[in-house]
C-alpha cells in the first residue's frame, strides 16, 4: 500500500523542529522560559535556605518500589508530588558508572570526577596521585557566612557526606577525612555533624596517631557518642555514633541551623542501597516521611528543597498485583542465607550492583524552576548556587 506525505503535515511537522532543538537543561537556568500567554519570565525566585536530600541508590526504580511498598500504589511517596523534576546523569569522567563518590562531588562542586575521588579534579588517580580541590557547596556557604549542616544515616566520613566539607583521592581514608572537619578551607567548617562510622573512623585516627578526643581537645570542639549526650546549649554539635536516628538528627540539625540570621545549608543522606530489598525500599519510605515533615516546617518562599541521588542500581518491580505482598518470597530468600548476588523474589529483581541509568532530581521551593529536563548531576551544583544567585569561583567553572 503505498503511502502520501501529505504537504501540510511536512509544514506543520518542519515548524514543530524548533522545539527540540536542544535539551532544556543547555537552556539558561537563570532565566525559565516563560508561561505561555507571559510576555516576560518573571524573576527566578532566590533562595535563604537550602536542603539537599541525598537517598543512596535511589534510582527511579526504588522509588517505584518504596511507593509500592508501603502504599501498595505508585506515586504515593511525597516528593513524587513535587512540581519540578529531571532526570540527572551520574557517570564519572572515565566509565558510565559511578559510585557515591564521584556522583556526589560532581553534586556538590559541579565537577565530575573519578570513582572513589572525594571532591577533587578528574586528574586524581585514586589512592596514587591527588587531584585540584573542587570547592563544595558548603565552602561556599561557609564562604559567605551561612550555617551548615551534614546528616548521614552512614558513616559521617564516608564517600556522599565527605564530599561535602573534604578532599581526598582516596574515599576509603576516612580518618584523614574526618579530620578535614576541623580544619576547614573557609569559614568555620561544618556547624552540626551528626553520623555513624565511629568505630571505622576511631580505628584509623588512631592509626594516624591521634583520635576524636586529641582532635576534640586541639580545637574545642566535642565529638559526642550519641545525639542524646549533646549538651542544650551546643550550637555547634559533632556527633559520631555507631548508628543514628536519622529522623532525630535531621529535626535537631534543621532546629539549630534555623537560627541563623543569615540562612542556612543542610544536607541529609539515607542509605537506600536494595541489595536487601525490604531495607532499601523501608528506608526510602521513611526518609520521604521525613523530607515530608521537613518541608512542612520550613517557608518555601525562601528555602529550596531538593531530593536526588548520587548514582542508580539494578533493582527492578516486575510483577506484582494490588493487594499482594510486594516482596513475597523475601522471607525465604533471607532464610536461605543466600544474601550474596543478585535477588529473585516472586514480583523483584535486584542485581546486586550500582548501575549507569539517569536519578530522579525533584524540587520544590526557591529556584526549584530550573530542576527540568535530562542533565548531567554537575548541574544540581548549577541549580543551587543559582538559587542563592551566588557565581562560580573561575577555579571550578
Given at each position: 500500500?503505498?503511502?502520501?506525505?501529505?504537504?501540510?503535515?511536512?509544514?506543520?511537522?518542519?515548524?514543530?523542529?524548533?522545539?527540540?532543538?536542544?535539551?532544556?537543561?543547555?537552556?539558561?537556568?537563570?532565566?525559565?522560559?516563560?508561561?505561555?500567554?507571559?510576555?516576560?519570565?518573571?524573576?527566578?525566585?532566590?533562595?535563604?535556605?537550602?536542603?539537599?536530600?541525598?537517598?543512596?541508590?535511589?534510582?527511579?526504580?526504588?522509588?517505584?518500589?518504596?511507593?509500592?511498598?508501603?502504599?501498595?500504589?505508585?506515586?504515593?511517596?511525597?516528593?513524587?508530588?513535587?512540581?519540578?523534576?529531571?532526570?540527572?546523569?551520574?557517570?564519572?569522567?572515565?566509565?558510565?558508572?559511578?559510585?557515591?563518590?564521584?556522583?556526589?562531588?560532581?553534586?556538590?562542586?559541579?565537577v565530575?570526577?573519578r570513582?572513589?575521588?572525594?571532591?577533587?579534579?578528574?586528574?586524581a588517580?585514586?589512592?596514587?596521585?591527588?587531584?585540584?580541590?573542587?570547592?563544595?557547596?558548603?565552602?561556599?556557604?561557609?564562604?559567605?557566612g551561612?550555617?551548615?549542616?551534614?546528616?548521614?544515616?552512614?558513616?559521617?566520613?564516608?564517600?556522599?557526606?565527605?564530599a561535602?566539607?573534604?578532599?581526598?583521592?582516596?574515599?576509603?581514608?576516612?580518618?584523614?577525612?574526618?579530620?578535614?572537619?576541623?580544619?576547614?578551607?573557609?569559614?568555620?567548617?561544618?556547624?552540626?555533624?551528626?553520623?555513624?562510622?565511629?568505630?571505622?573512623?576511631?580505628?584509623?585516627?588512631?592509626?594516624?596517631?591521634?583520635?576524636?578526643?586529641?582532635?576534640?581537645?586541639?580545637?574545642?570542639?566535642p565529638?559526642?557518642?550519641?545525639?542524646?549526650?549533646?549538651?542544650?546549649?551546643?550550637?555547634?554539635?559533632?556527633?559520631?555514633?555507631?548508628?543514628?536516628?536519622?529522623?532525630?538528627?535531621?529535626?535537631?540539625?534543621?532546629?539549630?541551623?534555623q537560627?541563623?540570621?543569615?540562612?542556612?545549608?543542610?544536607?541529609?543522606?539515607?542509605?537506600?542501597?536494595t541489595?536487601?530489598p525490604?531495607?532499601?525500599?523501608?528506608?526510602?519510605?521513611?526518609?520521604?516521611?521525613?523530607?515530608?515533615?521537613?518541608?512542612?516546617?520550613?517557608?518555601?518562599?525562601?528555602?529550596?528543597?531538593?531530593?536526588?541521588?548520587?548514582?542508580?542500581?539494578?533493582?527492578?518491580?516486575?510483577?506484582?498485583?494490588?493487594?499482594?505482598?510486594?516482596?513475597?518470597?523475601?522471607?525465604?530468600?533471607?532464610?536461605?542465607?543466600?544474601?550474596?548476588?543478585?535477588?529473585?523474589?516472586?514480583?523483584?529483581?535486584?542485581?546486586?550492583?550500582?548501575?549507569?541509568?539517569?536519578?530522579?532530581?525533584?524540587?520544590?521551593?526557591?529556584?526549584?524552576?530550573?530542576?527540568?529536563?535530562?542533565?548531567?548531576?554537575?548541574?544540581?551544583?548549577?541549580?543551587?548556587?543559582?538559587?542563592?544567585?551566588w557565581?562560580?569561583?573561575?577555579?571550578?567553572?
Open positions: 500500500m503505498t503511502r502520501t506525505f501529505r504537504p501540510a503535515l511536512a509544514l506543520a511537522l518542519a515548524a514543530s523542529l524548533p522545539l527540540f532543538a536542544a535539551p532544556l537543561h543547555a537552556q539558561d537556568m537563570a532565566a525559565p522560559a516563560a508561561p505561555v500567554g507571559q510576555a516576560e519570565a518573571e524573576p527566578a525566585a532566590q533562595a535563604r535556605n537550602i536542603i539537599l536530600f541525598v537517598a543512596d541508590a535511589a534510582g527511579v526504580s526504588v522509588l517505584n518500589g518504596a511507593s509500592l511498598l508501603e502504599y501498595g500504589e505508585p506515586l504515593k511517596l511525597r516528593i513524587q508530588q513535587w512540581p519540578h523534576l529531571g532526570l540527572s546523569e551520574t557517570s564519572p569522567v572515565d566509565s558510565f558508572v559511578s559510585d557515591s563518590a564521584n556522583g556526589m562531588s560532581a553534586i556538590m562542586t559541579g565530575k570526577t570513582n572513589g575521588v572525594i571532591s577533587q579534579s578528574s586528574d588517580i585514586r589512592g596514587e596521585r591527588d587531584g585540584a580541590p573542587t570547592k563544595t557547596l558548603l565552602e561556599y556557604a561557609e564562604e559567605r551561612l550555617l551548615t549542616g551534614v546528616v548521614s544515616s552512614q558513616s559521617i566520613a564516608d564517600a556522599t557526606p565527605a561535602t566539607y573534604a578532599h581526598a583521592n582516596d574515599r576509603g581514608k576516612q580518618g584523614e577525612i574526618f579530620a578535614q572537619a576541623f580544619a576547614p578551607r573557609f569559614g568555620d567548617g561544618v556547624d552540626v555533624m551528626i553520623g555513624a562510622g565511629r568505630k571505622r573512623i576511631g580505628d584509623q585516627l588512631g592509626a594516624l596517631g591521634t583520635g576524636f578526643a586529641p582532635l576534640a581537645q586541639q580545637h574545642g570542639r565529638v559526642y557518642e550519641t545525639i542524646e549526650a549533646v549538651p542544650g546549649g551546643n550550637e555547634r554539635p559533632i556527633v559520631v555514633a555507631d548508628a543514628i536516628d536519622v529522623r532525630a538528627a535531621t529535626l535537631r540539625a534543621l532546629e539549630l541551623l537560627r541563623s540570621p543569615t540562612g542556612y545549608f543542610l544536607v541529609v543522606e539515607w542509605d537506600a542501597h541489595d536487601d525490604r531495607e532499601g525500599l523501608q528506608n526510602m519510605a521513611d526518609f520521604d516521611k521525613l523530607i515530608a515533615e521537613v518541608e512542612s516546617r520550613v517557608d518555601l518562599d525562601d528555602t529550596l528543597l531538593l531530593f536526588t541521588a548520587d548514582h542508580s542500581f539494578g533493582l527492578q518491580v516486575d510483577g506484582g498485583k494490588r493487594g499482594a505482598d510486594l516482596l513475597a518470597g523475601y522471607d525465604a530468600w533471607k532464610a536461605s542465607g543466600s544474601e550474596e548476588g543478585p535477588v529473585r523474589l516472586d514480583n523483584v529483581m535486584v542485581n546486586d550492583s550500582h548501575t549507569a541509568e539517569e536519578v530522579p532530581a525533584l524540587a520544590i521551593g526557591a529556584g526549584a524552576d530550573r530542576v527540568r529536563g535530562y542533565f548531567p548531576n554537575t548541574h544540581l551544583f548549577e541549580v543551587m548556587l543559582n538559587a542563592w544567585n557565581s562560580p569561583d573561575a577555579a571550578n567553572d
